[in-house]
């Protein structure tokens, strides 16, 4: 008996599940973001600056905090990046949008994928009623446990057909773009000066970074002590590290050629080749000359490619209608 032709997945369900999983694992960040930077403000000594505007800045989002007014203290930043329902890339807004996708694809996901999502609403949409959390840390650890339970549901439940690898892909860009963002933290947002470097604070925050992505005790395993290039390279580079920059496009690149079912070596679109492209550029990088040239500079080139790689995906992909829920990319 011959089996049904494949369809073609939908324009509609691809770009739904691409950005309900983009938003789950944005959610997940923006919770580790304020995690750490709260942490790092219990660590460091007294007097140090305050480095809760610099928490908005790297987002990118200044102006659009400075429209809701008031001084960035740790109260306005963290109910602007976890509870503003105005804000699209808040933890509340993400959540939201994640539900709203999934919700007009509920015959492609598994019901227990939706489920989870419901518990993540009613879970962020309780805390936005009551305010501030009054343990910061717990709610920041809850939103990471959601997420996670969010995915290892996803992979035991959903078939992994088209969806499903456009589901990873959109996990893994996120993801990538979120590692170098946290990466680039270290340089221009954690240290308060250049005359720390080299002493025990500068220590605590490179772990604090490694905390972040949970990759502090696999850094140790690999690397042993804290060193500020090691770090770089494990966090940009490792082919091993689930959160590393290089791994997660590994991942993106083999999920875009089982979608159009290229070979390797090999593109048919401009996604593929472009995402080609930087798999190929970090698979022969050397953090030596990343170093050199200025880490602030490859990272700020690094994010702009993976935003050109997901222009791309929207036209090869998505451009035949409207998404039906998307915030800031």
Known sequence: MNAAPKRPLLSRVADAVYWMARYIERAENVARFIDVNHNLMLDLPRGSSDQWQPIVDITGDRAIFQERGGAATQENVVRFLAFEPEYPNSIYSCIVAARENARSVRETISSEMWEQINSMYLLVTAQTRKGLPEVLPEFCRQIRMACHLFHGIAQDTMSHNEAWY??????????????????DVKYFILLPSVTDVG??????????LLKSVTG?????????????DKIAEFLLLDGEFPRAVRYSLVLADEALHAITGT????????????LGLLRSEL???????????????????????????DECIREDFFAQHAA?????A
């Not at 959109?170 to 773009?177: F, I, N, Q, W, Y």
């Not at 593109?267 to 080749?273: A, I, L, R």
């Not at 039906?324 to 800031?328: C, L, N, V």
Request: aromatic share 12%.
């Open 166 to 183: 456009f589901l990873q892909l959109g996990r893994r860009l996120e993801r990538a773009d979120k590692t170098s963002r946290m990466l």
């Open 199 to 208: 002493t025990p604070y500068d220590e605590v925050q490179w772990t604090a």
């Open 216 to 228: 502090f005790e696999m850094y140790r395993k690999k690397f042993g002590r804290i060193s500020p």
């Open 263 to 274: 070979s390797r070596g090999y593109f048919s679109c401009q996604s593929e080749q472009r």
């Open 283 to 309: 698979d022969y990088a050397q953090v030596e000359a990343i170093l050199g040239g200025g880490l602030h500079e490859f990272l700020d080139s690094l994010q702009t490619k993976m935003n050109a790689i």
């Open 324 to 328: 039906p829920a998307r915030a800031g």
